[in-house]
């Protein structure tokens, strides 16, 4: 028996020598690794480990299929019944199964984490290569890992027995606080964080092996070099702190931000007012175009405040507002006593009221035409009379323009001069309607719902599926039929949330028949509700329509009438 023990020891194959009864006799080490078995363990029976193994009372050589913890293996049995000085015995040759040694070790070397296991004393069992290179064992110290005489880079080197590899790390400065786990002694697993000298960190995990009392038989220890993730965290903390920075400069922009400025979050609104703030340093004549609604005034005014002229006078007129025999007085002021009524003192026209600073022509393709030559030589000599006056007056006023028209129907138009367009159209600017733009279509409802919030002292919300369904709408009116929708559901609504059924409720008032909508919440006098009915329908009309002119015929009114109430404040158009 002792030959076939010593070649037992030699073999790399696990081997145990057992009685004819069951009771181990003898193991080497890789039948103690399949077989979970110390040397302490050696007069256990072997029946209690495989119970369907079957030994022969007979000299004699056999292969049998065995299963062990739910693996399946085949092992041969060699009996041996006269040896002298031993009672009978078999060998048992277990094949080089995939849990005891090749397929293990392919296993172990694909797992790109340092994978470790000690036994509770803290020698080492198993150590793929990662968990080496991360212990920083050396050529060097590699001569205290063998096995049975064979080196580490031989088919024994995951199991290098009996060396106490924490006690030898510490005592070379390596990670050897790693190898003395609390999970030892807790029974726990052990989560722990390490940073060395030489700048590595590393993450490790201490999985205690416990048998069947409950003691520890192993200690599984995972480990991972975590200093580039360490890295990208610090990198990380210092752009969060860039970020903040940022963020409270952004904080102070917006506390300082004109609560006038133009509500946009889209890309082509951006570039608009990009380019409007970087013209607007010069004094070139600038042309708005775009469909009634868009907001150019807005655009107007935002290049005023980002001018040079931002501490003088803005002056705004639509020339589609003012009644034709009116307009000319309204632009040029007039002498005293040039005409019957005229006041005694005379009158300052818009244009000295606006020297040095910015002049706002509205709708100016409704410009009469035979004012149009005398604006051009004021646009082009920077000198105006007014009416019925010998001596001229001197301004220094930067000329915005806008009109609902396009270039080519401006340049086409019998009604509008030419060189008039070329002399005001310097740096043309196109503001796209809002069905090109829709990402402006939320911060624009946001805005105004927050405005007549505190201009009618409410506290009206609207819900997500009506916010859904307004940024999807087509909106016609562009940003002044938002405006006006977002006004109603804040005047008929009743604190609280407003739904889709009311939205549908406040869109359909634009549409025919929208007069038998509007309910009455209380009483008032009668003048007073006509003139509200007149305010309401008028402005309607044109902001659906553009001009005085065809919001008049879609009433069945006359110019005029309009006109009249705008003088009278009764009606504001918002252009």
Known sequence: MKNFIRLADMVSNPILIVALDGMILHANESAKTLLSISKADCCKNIFDLIPDLQLSAEDGFVCRDVVLRNFKLQVCVHTFTSDVGTGPYSVLLFEDTPISSKLLSQILEAVDEGLTVIDASGNLEICNQTSRELLGITPKMQKIFTCNGLPLDTASKYFAVGENLGQMLKENNYLGEALYPTAIIEKTTVRKNLKYGNGVNMTYTDTPVLDEAQNVKHVVLTGRDVSRMVQLENQLYELEKIK???????????????????????????????????????????????????????????????????????????????????????????????????????????????????????????????????????????????????????????????????????????????????????????????????????????????????????????????????????????????????????????????????????????????????????????????????????????????????????????PSTIHRKIKAGQVKLNT
């Open 244 to 558: 903040n920075a940022y963020y409270s400069q952004l904080m102070k922009l917006v506390k300082n931000k004109d609560v006038n400025d133009p509500v946009c979050s889209s890309k082509k609104m951006e570039h608009i007012l990009g380019l409007s703030s970087k013209v607007a340093l010069t004094d070139a004549p600038i042309f708005l175009t775009g469909e009634s609604g868009v907001g150019k005034e807005e655009v107007a005014r935002y290049i005023h405040r980002c001018s040079g002229r931002a501490d003088k006078p803005f002056i705004a007129i639509n020339c589609s507002a003012v009644p034709e025999q009116l307009i000319e007085s309204e632009l040029f002021g007039y002498a005293p006593g040039s005409f019957t009524g005229a006041s005694k003192g005379g009158k300052k026209g818009l244009l000295e009221e606006a020297n040095g600073g910015t002049f706002f022509l509205d709708e100016i393709g409704e410009l009469p035409f035979s004012v149009q030559s005398k604006l051009l030589r004021v646009v082009q000599e920077n000198q105006m009379y007014r009416i019925g006056a010998t001596v001229p007056i001197n301004i220094d006023v930067r000329y915005i323009s806008a009109t609902n028209l396009s270039e080519n129907e401006l340049k086409n138009s019998a009604r509008f001069r030419r060189d008039l367009y070329y002399r005001i159209c310097v740096v043309p600017i196109h503001i796209p309607p809002l069905r090109e733009r829709t990402d402006d279509i939320v911060p624009l409802v946001s805005h105004f719902l927050e405005y007549f919030n505190k201009k009618y002292t409410k506290k009206i919300r609207l819900s997500n599926i009506v916010m859904r369904r307004m940024s999807r709408l087509d909106w016609p009116g562009n940003a002044r039929e938002i405006k006006n929708v977002v006004e109603r559901l804040v005047i008929l609504g009743d604190d609280g949330v407003i739904d889709e059924e009311h939205l549908q409720y406040a869109l359909e008032m634009d549409s025919e028949g929208a007069v038998d909508k509007i309910s009455v919440n209380g009483v008032m006098p009668l003048a007073e509700a006509h003139l509200l009915l007149d305010k309401i329908l008028i402005e309607e009309a044109y902001a659906q329509h553009g001009t005085i002119v065809d919001a008049a015929k879609a009433l069945g009114t006359y």
